[in-house]
C-alpha cells in the first residue's frame, strides 16, 4: 500500500527546482542544500548554510564517486535519489516495528495493528516526497530501540553494540538520535535487577 501511495508521485517536481521552492520553502532549500554538497554550487534560491544532519553529506559524495559515472546527475536526480532512499527507510520501518512488537510485546492483532497504524499516519505522504530524513530516523529509532529491549533479556555485547551503533547512525542522520542513549543505560541498569530479582 506505501509504495501503491508513493512510486507514482515520488518524481513530483524534481524536473522544476523552482516549483518546489514556490510550493515548499524547506524542500527547496533542503534541494539547494544538497546540490551544494553534490556540486559546490549555490543556486540563485539558495536560502540557508546550516547543516541539516550528514545523510544530504554522504549521499552527495557517493553520487559524485560513484553514480556519476554512470549516469547524469542534476539537482532533481539527487533529490530522487533521497526520496527513494527515504522511501526504503520508511518500508524498513514498518518491517523492523512488525517484528520488534512480535518478539517484545507478542504476535498477533496488537502487532498488526502497531503497524497499521503506523502505515496509516497522515505525514506519510509530506515525508516520503520530501528530502527530510525523518524515515532514516525512525528506521534507526526502531532498530535500535529493539535492540535496547533485547538488552533487557540478554545484556549481550552484541546487543548493546547493535543499540548504540543505531543511535550513533541516527545522531549523524539527524541529532534525534541523542534521545535513545538514555534508554540504552536505562535497559542496561534495568537488565540487571531484573536478572538479580528471584
Same mark, same amino acid.
Given at each position: 500500500?506505501?509504495?501503491?501511495?508513493?512510486?507514482?508521485?515520488?518524481?513530483?517536481? %524534481?524536473?522544476?527546482?523552482?516549483? +518546489?521552492? #514556490?510550493?515548499?520553502?524547506?524542500?527547496?532549500? *533542503? @534541494?539547494?542544500?544538497?546540490? #551544494? #554538497?553534490?556540486?559546490?554550487?549555490? @543556486?540563485?534560491?539558495?536560502? $540557508? /548554510?546550516?547543516?541539516?544532519? *550528514?545523510?544530504?553529506?554522504? !549521499?552527495?559524495? *557517493?553520487? @559524485?564517486?560513484?553514480?556519476?559515472?554512470?549516469?547524469? +546527475?542534476?539537482?532533481?536526480?539527487?533529490?530522487?535519489?533521497?526520496?527513494?532512499?527515504?522511501?526504503?527507510?520508511?518500508?524498513?520501518?514498518? %518491517?523492523?516495528? $512488525?517484528?520488534?512488537?512480535?518478539?517484545?510485546?507478542?504476535?498477533? $492483532?496488537?502487532?498488526?495493528?502497531?503497524?497499521? =497504524?503506523?502505515?496509516?499516519?497522515?505525514?506519510?505522504?509530506?515525508?516520503?516526497?520530501?528530502?527530510?530524513?525523518?524515515?532514516?530516523?525512525? *528506521? =534507526?529509532?526502531?532498530?535500535?530501540?529493539? #535492540?535496547?529491549?533485547?538488552?533487557?533479556?540478554?545484556?549481550? @555485547?552484541?546487543?548493546?553494540? +547493535?543499540? !548504540?551503533?543505531?543511535?550513533?547512525?541516527?545522531?549523524?542522520?539527524?541529532?534525534?538520535?541523542?534521545? =535513545?542513549?538514555? !534508554?540504552? !543505560?536505562?535497559?542496561?541498569? =534495568?537488565?540487571?535487577?531484573?536478572? /538479580?530479582?528471584?
Amino acid at each position: 500500500a506505501s509504495l501503491a501511495l508513493i512510486v507514482p508521485t515520488i518524481a513530483n517536481d %524534481v524536473s522544476n527546482p523552482d516549483l +518546489i521552492q #514556490y510550493f515548499s520553502a524547506d524542500e527547496g532549500g *533542503l @534541494r539547494d542544500e544538497a546540490w #551544494y #554538497y553534490y556540486s559546490g554550487e549555490k @543556486r540563485a534560491s539558495f536560502q $540557508w /548554510d546550516i547543516d541539516y544532519g *550528514l545523510e544530504m553529506v554522504y !549521499v552527495a559524495g *557517493l553520487s @559524485r564517486a560513484v553514480l556519476s559515472k554512470f549516469m547524469k +546527475i542534476g539537482p532533481g536526480t539527487l533529490a530522487l535519489i533521497l526520496r527513494w532512499i527515504h522511501l526504503l527507510s520508511w518500508l524498513g520501518a514498518l %518491517v523492523a516495528l $512488525w517484528l520488534l512488537v512480535g518478539r517484545h510485546f507478542g504476535k498477533g $492483532w496488537g502487532q498488526a495493528l502497531a503497524v497499521a =497504524l503506523m502505515a496509516v499516519r497522515p505525514a506519510f505522504p509530506y515525508f516520503m516526497n520530501s528530502l527530510k530524513p525523518e524515515p532514516l530516523v525512525l *528506521l =534507526l529509532i526502531i532498530v535500535g530501540l529493539n #535492540y535496547t529491549l533485547r538488552i533487557i533479556e540478554t545484556p549481550a @555485547r552484541n546487543n548493546v553494540v +547493535i543499540a !548504540v551503533a543505531c543511535s550513533a547512525a541516527d545522531m549523524v542522520v539527524k541529532f534525534s538520535g541523542i534521545f =535513545l542513549l538514555p !534508554v540504552i !543505560v536505562g535497559a542496561l541498569y =534495568l537488565g540487571d535487577i531484573c536478572r /538479580d530479582s528471584p
